[in-house]
T-cell receptor, first 113, second 114 residues
Framework: DVKVTQSSRYLVKRTGEKVFLECVQDMDHENMFWYRQDPGLGLRLIYFSYDVKMKEKGDIPEGYSVSREKKERFSLILESASTNQTSMYLC????????????FGPGTRLTVT | GENVEQHPSTLSVQEGDSAVIKCTYSDSASNYFPWYKQELGKRPQLIIDIRSNVGEKKDQRIAVTLNKTAKHFSLHITETQPEDSAVYFCAAVYSGGGADGLTFGKGTHLIIQP
C-alpha cells in the first residue's frame, strides 16, 4: 500500500498567518491531491498536481496555493489564514492510468483563530 | 464539472439488516466510481469500486451496482455488523489517464443499532 503522511495532525494558527501543510508519499506516484473536509459538505478538491512543478486548480482553490518541488512532496499553502479555512485537510496520492485507487493521508485538523 | 449527490445523509439500521446508500452523478463521461469508508478520527479507506464497463461488483457483504443510463450507483451492505458504523462517501471521476481528482458526495452516516 502507498503510505501518505502529513506533517501535523493538529494545527492552531492565527488569522493572517501564513500556513504550510506538508504531505509526503513513499510510492513514487505522479498524482497528488489536496482536499478539505467539512461536516455536511464531504470532501472538496482544492488543488492537484500530476508532476513536479505542475499544478491544477480543483473546485475550491481560492485562498490557497500549492508547491511541488519534489515528486514525493506536495505542500498546501494558506497565504493569509482566515477563520473560514478552519477545516480538516486531507492529502492523497495515486498512480495515473486505470489503476485509480487513491490513498489518503491521516489528515491535518487546522483551526484558525 | 462533475456533481455527485448522495442519499440519505443519515441511515440507521438494525444489526443484521441490510443498508443501501445511493448516489447520482452528472457527467456521463465519468467512468470510475469508488466508495470510501471513514471511521471516526481516521482517514477515508477505499472499500469497493466499480468501472463503467461493469454493472455490478461484489466483495463478501458489500456490493455496488451501476446504472449508466440513469447515472446512478448504489452501495449495498448485507448482514450489517457494529463495525460497519461509519461515514460512507461515494465518488466519481473520468479516469482517462490524467490527474483529475475525485468528486465526492456529501457522505452518509451509517448507524448500526444493536
Amino acid at each position: 500500500d502507498v503510505k501518505v503522511t502529513q506533517s501535523s495532525r493538529y494545527l492552531v494558527k492565527r488569522t493572517g498567518e501564513k500556513v504550510f501543510l506538508e504531505c509526503v508519499q513513499d510510492m513514487d506516484h505522479e498524482n497528488m491531491f489536496w482536499y478539505r473536509q467539512d461536516p455536511g459538505l464531504g470532501l472538496r478538491l482544492i488543488y492537484f498536481s500530476y508532476d513536479v512543478k505542475m499544478k491544477e486548480k480543483g473546485d475550491i482553490p481560492e485562498g490557497y496555493s500549492v508547491s511541488r518541488e519534489k515528486k514525493e512532496r506536495f505542500s498546501l499553502i494558506l497565504e493569509s489564514a482566515s477563520t473560514n479555512q478552519t477545516s480538516m485537510y486531507l492529502c492523497a496520492a495515486r498512480s495515473p492510468g486505470d489503476a485509480y485507487e487513491q490513498y489518503f493521508g491521516p489528515g491535518t485538523r487546522l483551526t484558525v483563530t | 464539472g462533475e456533481n455527485v449527490e448522495q442519499h440519505p445523509s443519515t441511515l440507521s439500521v438494525q444489526e443484521g439488516d441490510s443498508a443501501v446508500i445511493k448516489c447520482t452523478y452528472s457527467d456521463s463521461a465519468s467512468n470510475y466510481f469508488p466508495w470510501y469508508k471513514q471511521e471516526l478520527g481516521k482517514r477515508p479507506q477505499l472499500i469497493i469500486d466499480i468501472r463503467s464497463n461493469v454493472g455490478e461488483k461484489k466483495d463478501q457483504r458489500i456490493a455496488v451496482t451501476l446504472n449508466k443510463t440513469a447515472k446512478h450507483f448504489s452501495l449495498h451492505i448485507t448482514e450489517t455488523q457494529p463495525e460497519d458504523s461509519a461515514v460512507y462517501f461515494c465518488a466519481a471521476v473520468y479516469s482517462g489517464g490524467g490527474a483529475d481528482g475525485l468528486t465526492f458526495g456529501k457522505g452518509t452516516h451509517l448507524i448500526i443499532q444493536p
